[in-house]
């Protein structure tokens, strides 16, 4: 794979920024389950948590780490490291350190790195805009819902029509602003729909459709996302994916565990990680499997 990247010009590591400024929508299993699909196909993975107040991603790394240690058995898992928000006595010395670590860690895992994938948390940050301003491909879980979708569009309810951007828009339209300014390279922007139920039929198909308005006017591009399923919490507590799931099991995998897998292949599917890094080997596959 080296040979190929570097023929290819891709050295540099791909960053995948995972960003909603809402809680519960996702990003913390959807960011570990695309690593860890990442890691199987052979390519090298690091991560940041960038949510130093709830640490989704780190507690679900540690939890995975003593599942290892536990039952003795290989699984991948990315290099990872988590950024805290400085304590400094100034706005601007807290600014400064937190974009000094940040660069540090991209640094760091981007020698050693295919794609570094970053967990940002749930609210507004000066990290989590910076974060944003560095990444090659923005996936931002929503949930099934018109409360989500606010985050996107300002929406007259009414007649269901989008007025304009909001909040969590304009932060992005910023921020690829800045990327543009400082390589002069865009963001591929990637919304999923995240907890789908089979509940509120017209519901879903109001919000498909004004997504689909929002993707035209606002550069994005939608994908499926992962249903509600009990099964992503009971994995959480052991630190494991869906892909850790042997399909050789005691009773094999369940048809629910099937079809949620299938959800994971298709966000990869979305990213296209061939694409943007070229095809790995079987031998390297392997290796992480």
């Avoid at 979708?149 to 989008?162: G, S």
């Avoid at 300014?181 to 459709?209: E, P």
């Avoid at 004004?210 to 249903?227: C, I, M, N, V």
């Amino acid at each position: 794979m080296q040979d190929t990247m570097k023929k290819n010009g891709q050295n540099k590591a791909h960053i995948i920024v995972f960003g909603n400024e809402k809680g519960g929508s996702g990003k913390s299993t959807t960011a570990l389950h695309t690593a860890i699909a990442l890691l199987r196909l052979g390519y090298r993975v690091g991560t940041i948590d960038l949510d130093a107040r709830q640490g989704t991603m780190t507690r679900y790394l540690k939890k995975r780490f003593e599942f290892i240690t536990r039952v003795r058995q290989q699984l991948p898992s990315p290099m990872h490291m988590a950024i805290e928000r400085s304590t400094s006595e100034t706005v601007t010395k807290q600014q400064d350190q937190e974009e000094s670590f940040l660069k540090m860690a991209l640094e760091e895992l981007g020698q050693v790195s295919d794609f570094i994938i970053i967990d940002t948390p749930g609210t507004d940050s000066f990290l989590s805009r910076l974060a944003h301003s560095y990444a090659d491909t923005l996936i931002t879980p929503m949930n099934d819902s018109f409360i989500d979708l606010d985050l996107l569009a300002d929406i007259d309810m009414r007649k269901y029509e989008i007025l304009g951007p909001s909040i969590y828009t304009k932060m992005v339209q910023e921020q690829r602003q800045k990327k543009y300014q400082r390589s002069g390279k865009g963001i591929d922007w990637i919304v999923m729909r995240n907890r789908l139920t089979h509940l509120n039929a017209n519901n879903k198909q109001t919000i498909g459709n004004l997504l689909e308005k929002s993707s035209k006017l606002y550069g994005f591009r939608t994908a499926p996302g992962f249903g509600e399923r009990v099964i992503f919490k009971e994995l959480f507590l052991k630190g494991l994916t869906l892909l850790d799931l042997k399909e050789d099991q005691h009773g094999g995998l369940s048809l629910s565990q099937i079809s949620a897998r299938q959800e994971v292949r298709n966000l990869i599917m979305a990213i296209a990680p061939n694409k943007i890094k070229g095809h790995t080997t079987p031998e390297e596959a392997k290796k992480r499997a």
